[in-house]
């Protein structure tokens, strides 16, 4: 089985892209995206939690309402800064986060 990265889950699952959004940079603001710097086990959850996500709005038919705009490894644990109008995808966010954490106790 290939190792799990970035590139492999933003191709499975395109809408997980992050958001870069424009800046003036007259204005001196800069917006660099984070590496995506995960052990294996922690790109697993990732790929369970995008999964997840995906499953919820396809069972609904509905099209992926997520803007997703950072994917970051903050104190060893899953951070992702994103926006949805469905609560659902907050809580899934929420458990996988903490699923995270519970790698490294």
């Not at 800069?30 to 790929?47: A, C, G, I, R, V």
């Not at 992926?64 to 659902?88: K, T």
């Amino acid at each position: 089985m290939a190792e799990l990265s970035r590139e492999v889950l933003i191709k499975r699952f395109p809408w997980a892209a992050e958001v870069v959004p424009e800046v003036n940079e007259s204005e001196g603001y800069f917006y660099d995206l984070d590496p995506w710097d995960f052990s294996q086990e922690q790109f697993k959850l990732l790929e369970q939690m995008f999964e997840e996500i995906d499953n919820w709005f396809k069972q609904r038919d509905l099209p992926v309402d997520v803007v997703v705009y950072r994917v970051a490894n903050v104190l060893d644990s899953i951070h992702v800064e994103l926006f949805s109008n469905v609560s659902e995808v907050h809580t899934i966010v929420k458990k996988y986060k903490q699923f995270s954490r519970d790698l490294i106790e």
